[in-house]
């Protein structure tokens, strides 16, 4: 899980551009949206791409996307449990 | 009109009304903006991930609106002008690239031109009148003509006027000027604007 969770924090800075954040800087458990890393909606879509393209799930309930993205934590999780 | 302040950037050089004030050993776009962006310590972590062609436009409004009083005016006093040759021909072929597996979209976000004018606004909390012109050239009058209507019919007391335009890593170029409806020092007229334009 530590493997998938360190990945998800690299692919997450390429894919939104976060260029002034480490991967160590990011907590698992911090919110993604809102006060924690502050990304938006279209982040999020950006995300769904992410998921889709690199682990091959697709979320298209708003609701369950809502939990997967909440933390990277959770993003490993659903991972692990739907591949 | 009166020309406040202006804001070139081309071959890897900065210029405002005084001349040059940044200069990058390296004129590829991303990474001369970038320097500078760093060199300024400007945090607005949204820089990175606009398309090159916002990225331009950011950093000259940044330039442009360094010392200007904001506080001055209400968000609907602020409009902005713009026009360009290529709409944004660079990232709508990066856009269907990508789409061509899964379409990106943060990419599809900047395949309109005046995402521009839209990314100057929400850092400066502008909610004026804003236009978006797509000629061949820069067209002096164009802008005159058309920032003249804006100062007439909407509540604007300055504007953001002028041409940002984005090719590829080596050639762009933003000249951005900062235009007051009154004021009598230096006229915002043909004549001006063409001699700014060669410095």
Redesign the interface.
């Known amino acids: 899980m530590d493997e998938l969770i360190q990945e998800l924090k690299e692919k997450i800075i390429a894919q939104?551009?976060?260029?002034?954040i480490e991967p160590d800087e990011i907590d698992a458990t911090q919110p993604l949206f809102g006060d924690g890393l502050?990304l938006d909606s279209?982040?999020a879509?950006?995300l769904i791409?992410l998921m889709?393209?690199d682990y091959n799930i697709k979320i298209s309930d708003a609701a369950e996307g809502r939990k997967v993205f909440s933390t990277v934590k959770t993003m490993a999780e659903y991972i692990k449990a739907n591949s | 009109m009166e020309i406040i302040n202006y804001c070139s950037i081309q071959k890897g050089e900065i210029a405002n009304a005084n001349g040059i004030i940044y200069s990058f050993e390296d004129s590829k776009l991303n990474s001369f903006l970038k320097s500078y962006y760093k060199q300024k310590k400007i945090l607005y972590p949204k820089f990175y991930k606009m398309d090159a062609q916002c990225k331009l436009a950011f950093i000259a409004s940044e330039v442009l609106f360094e010392n200007f009083n904001r506080e001055d005016y209400n968000d609907e006093e602020i409009a902005m002008v713009f026009s360009n040759s290529e709409s944004t021909l660079a990232t709508d072929m990066e856009y269907w690239e990508s789409a061509q597996s899964i379409a990106s979209p943060a990419l599809f976000v900047y395949t309109l031109p005046n995402i521009m004018m839209g990314e100057i606004a929400i850092r400066n909390k502008i909610k004026g009148e804003n236009l978006f012109f797509i000629a061949e050239d820069f067209d002096s009058d164009l802008l005159l003509q058309q920032t003249e209507l804006v100062f007439l019919y909407s509540p604007a007391k300055v504007a953001v006027v002028g041409w940002v335009n984005y090719e590829n890593e080596e050639k762009y170029q933003a000249r951005l000027f900062l235009v007051s409806k009154t004021g009598d020092g230096k006229l915002f007229n043909k004549m001006n604007i063409e001699k700014l334009n060669k410095e």
């Open positions: 939104l551009n976060l260029e002034d502050g279209i982040d879509l950006e791409v889709e393209r």
